[in-house]
């Protein structure tokens, strides 16, 4: 076989190599984050993109059923047991999406220093959705702060905060409770 036949393999080879590593990463992602691109249907069940935080509340029922209407939860008696410092913790979970110091930069959520008692909208130069901007007049109080951490789409529906909610209602206590440290 000449030089050239050589090379001619080579390049084959490396391009046959390039497309079996390709196509074994692509099985190997889709079976880590176990989704598919516009919900195509596996094994008789829709796909599903993403993964779940703990903690944190899933948006689709398990069952075809609808969902029964969810009657908000009186926060006041988890509040009387709250644990600040647990809080804390879980506010770690945020600092994805936000700050949490006085005088912190917003980020992709706006700075939380101050938020209990304050005006919906309260964060300086964060760029808040209509629907928050709408309701600017309101303020945050555990009762309010408790709702939207339940299910921030439903409780003010049109906002932009990505996050699926906190189904615990101790777990939003504590977390309102280390907010409530926050002045």
Same mark, same amino acid.
């Given at each position: 076989?000449?030089? %050239?036949?050589?090379?001619?393999?080579?390049?084959?080879? +490396?391009?046959?190599?390039? *497309?079996?590593?390709?196509?074994?990463?692509?099985? +190997?992602?889709?079976? @880590?984050?176990?989704?598919?691109?516009? *919900?195509?249907?596996?094994?008789?069940?829709?796909?599903?993109?993403?993964?779940?935080?703990?903690?944190?509340? %899933?948006?689709?029922?398990?069952? =075809?059923?609808? =969902?029964?209407?969810?009657? /908000?939860?009186?926060?006041?008696?988890?509040?009387?047991?709250? $644990? =600040?410092? +647990?809080?804390?913790? @879980?506010?770690?979970?945020?600092?994805?999406?936000?700050?949490? $110091?006085?005088? *912190?930069?917003?980020?992709?959520? /706006?700075?939380?220093?101050?938020?209990?008692?304050?005006?919906?909208?309260? =964060?300086? *130069?964060?760029?808040?959705?209509? +629907?928050?901007?709408?309701?600017?007049?309101?303020?945050?109080?555990? &009762?309010?702060?408790?709702?939207? @951490?339940?299910? /921030?789409?439903?409780?003010? &529906?049109?906002?932009?905060? %990505?996050?699926?909610?906190?189904?615990? /209602? &101790?777990?939003?206590?504590? @977390?309102?409770?280390?907010? %409530?440290?926050?002045?």
């Amino acid at each position: 076989m000449s030089d %050239s036949g050589i090379e001619i393999n080579k390049i084959a080879g +490396a391009i046959l190599l390039a *497309g079996v590593i390709a196509m074994v990463t692509g099985l +190997a992602s889709e079976g @880590l984050y176990k989704g598919s691109i516009g *919900g195509e249907h596996h094994g008789g069940h829709e796909a599903k993109r993403g993964y779940s935080i703990e903690g944190a509340e %899933s948006t689709e029922s398990a069952s =075809a059923a609808p =969902a029964a209407e969810e009657k /908000p939860v009186d926060i006041a008696a988890f509040m009387a047991k709250a $644990d =600040a410092k +647990a809080g804390e913790g @879980l506010a770690k979970k945020c600092t994805a999406c936000h700050t949490f $110091d006085k005088g *912190g930069k917003n980020g992709v959520g /706006p700075n939380q220093w101050g938020l209990v008692g304050s005006h919906f909208g309260h =964060a300086e *130069g964060y760029s808040y959705s209509a +629907a928050i901007q709408g309701m600017k007049d309101k303020k945050w109080g555990a &009762q309010e702060l408790s709702d939207f @951490l339940a299910n /921030p789409k439903k409780y003010i &529906q049109g906002n932009k905060m %990505s996050f699926a909610g906190i189904s615990n /209602p &101790q777990d939003r206590a504590n @977390l309102i409770a280390y907010l %409530s440290t926050l002045k």
